[in-house]
């Protein structure tokens, strides 16, 4: 069992819209959760994290986590074709290590 | 703006050869990290140092070594290239207090 999970899309979403991925983790223990963002052929680049239960916004983007469901959710309002990449969770445990899931791609579409 | 560069962007090697792949970080950060990244499996933690000389295996160190002589540079080592090595790398560094990592651009690796 992976210990993060992700849906691999792709998830297609029409521009203006709402674009909804999710991300579970098994790890109890974990502290601390970050949604990456990766264009093709790019490296990741951070969008936003979160540390506590509830919502945390930024922005365009929206990080939910439930630490008793354990799950972290990212919402992208207003989605632009510019929004159309990869999108990765981490999750952090003890330590200094991140553990990734497999990514989302989302399609933004005019 | 953190900034972590890789020595290169493109790189093909033939098997057997030993193969150097440099990471340096500008912002002081304590630790620093090596992933592989492949179509499928995601991003794959290969080794991490969380001080100058300390390194410690990730997830598939096997073929792999590292080296950490500067704060600011983390440097993966291909002892041998197999063609199974074939794959984007990444190099990463984060604060000693905080999860966040920081990616740098990158390297396409081609082992031929």
């Known amino acids: 069992q992976k210990e993060v999970e992700q849906n691999s899309g792709p998830l297609s979403v029409p521009e203006g819209a709402i674009a909804s991925l999710n991300c579970t983790y098994s790890d109890r223990g974990s502290q601390s959760f970050f949604w990456y963002r990766q264009y093709s052929g790019k490296s990741p680049e951070l969008i936003m994290f979160i540390y506590s239960n509830g919502d945390k916004e930024d922005g365009r983007f929206t990080a939910q986590l439930n630490k008793a469901s354990q799950y972290v959710s990212l919402l992208i309002r207003d989605s632009q074709p510019s929004d159309s990449a990869t999108y990765l969770c981490?999750?952090?445990?003890?330590?200094?290590?991140?553990?990734f899931g497999g990514g989302t791609r989302v399609l933004v579409k005019p | 703006d953190v900034k972590v560069t890789q020595s290169s962007r493109y790189l093909v090697k033939r098997t057997g050869e030993k193969v150097f792949l440099e990471c340096v970080q500008d912002?002081?950060?304590?630790?620093m990290f090596w992933y592989r990244q492949d179509p499928g499996l995601g991003l794959r933690l290969i080794y991490f140092?969380?001080?100058?000389?300390?390194?410690e295996k990730g997830d598939i160190p096997e073929g792999y070594s590292v080296s950490r002589e500067k704060k600011e540079r983390f440097s993966l080592i291909l002892e041998s290239a197999s063609t199974n090595q074939t794959s984007m790398y990444l190099c990463?560094?984060?604060?000693?207090?905080?999860?966040?990592?920081?990616f740098g651009p990158g390297t396409r690796l081609t082992v031929t």
């Open positions: 981490a999750v952090r445990a003890a330590g200094n290590k991140l553990t």
């Open positions: 912002m002081d950060h304590e630790n």
């Open positions: 140092s969380y001080d100058v000389k300390m390194k």
């Open positions: 990463a560094s984060s604060p000693l207090q905080d999860g966040v990592q920081y």
